[in-house]
């Protein structure tokens, strides 16, 4: 596609639910990069993508969160036990490759909101 | 500790006049400093990406400024418009890990017509 799409634009759900989040990056990006944005602040990074492979989920905060891109372009974020916390706007974005000047191309987010 | 340090927070200008944006940053060894735009609501857009060697880089109205030697970074905005109203952010790549992008806060910039 022309740029990074995010599904759904806006997720409200319930205290306890599970969602997912979808992205599909620019085609042919072999990065994929998932962040966290909590009003206010900058991202937070949460997971990145080389291929299928995560390469560094280090960003997760915990066992709660997981991130699959099985067939190296769409990639799905699944929040289990959503906790209010976990309200942000959560951003994807993916660039060519990983070098120094390589420009990383962000999706529109997905605003979640648990209540 | 890695960081990157925005000024000021928020700023308020009237369309038509110049404004600079201030970056500091501690990440070491670095790889590359990025300047985005971020509309309310919306990804972020980015205006430029330097690397350690590159003094200035310039994208229509933006200008971008590194000194690698005092960690300093600025973002001139040229004969401002209603549209650069948003917020900015800079970022900064770590050498080890480039893609694990270090951001600042942003700073929040309003043009009033």
């Known amino acids: 596609g022309a740029g990074v799409s995010q599904t759904p634009s806006n997720k409200v759900t319930e205290k306890g639910k599970y969602v997912e989040l979808r992205c599909d990056p620019i085609?042919?990006?072999?990065?994929l990069y998932w962040y966290r944005q909590s009003l206010g602040q900058g991202p937070e990074f949460l997971i990145y993508?080389?291929?299928?492979?995560?390469?560094?989920d280090s960003g997760l905060p915990n066992d709660r969160f997981f991130a699959v891109r099985p067939e190296g372009s769409v990639s799905t974020l699944k929040i289990q036990r959503t906790e209010r916390g976990d309200s942000a706007m959560y951003l994807c974005?993916?660039?060519?490759?990983?070098?120094?000047?390589?420009?990383?191309?962000f999706g529109q987010g997905t605003r979640l909101t648990v209540v | 500790k890695n960081q990157v340090e925005q000024s000021p927070q928020s700023l308020i200008i009237l369309e038509g006049k110049n404004c600079t944006l201030q970056?500091?940053?501690?990440?070491?060894?670095?790889?590359?400093l990025r300047w985005y735009k971020q509309d309310t609501g919306r990804g972020p857009v980015s205006l430029t990406i330097?690397?350690?060697s590159e003094n200035t880089k310039s994208n229509g109205r933006y200008t971008a400024t590194l000194d690698a030697d005092t960690k300093q970074s600025s973002l001139h905005i040229t004969a401002s418009q209603l549209s650069d109203s948003a917020s900015y952010i800079c970022?900064?790549?770590?050498?080890?890990?480039?893609?694990?992008?270090?951001w600042g806060a942003g700073t929040k910039l309003i043009i009033k017509p």
């Open positions: 330097m690397t350690f």
């Open positions: 974005a993916s660039s060519p490759g990983t070098g120094a000047n390589t420009e990383a191309f």
């Open positions: 993508f080389q291929g299928t492979g995560a390469a560094d």
């Open positions: 970022v900064v790549s770590h050498l080890d890990s480039n893609y694990q992008l270090i």
């Open positions: 085609s042919g990006h072999t990065a």
């Open positions: 970056c500091n940053y501690t990440v070491s060894p670095f790889s590359n």
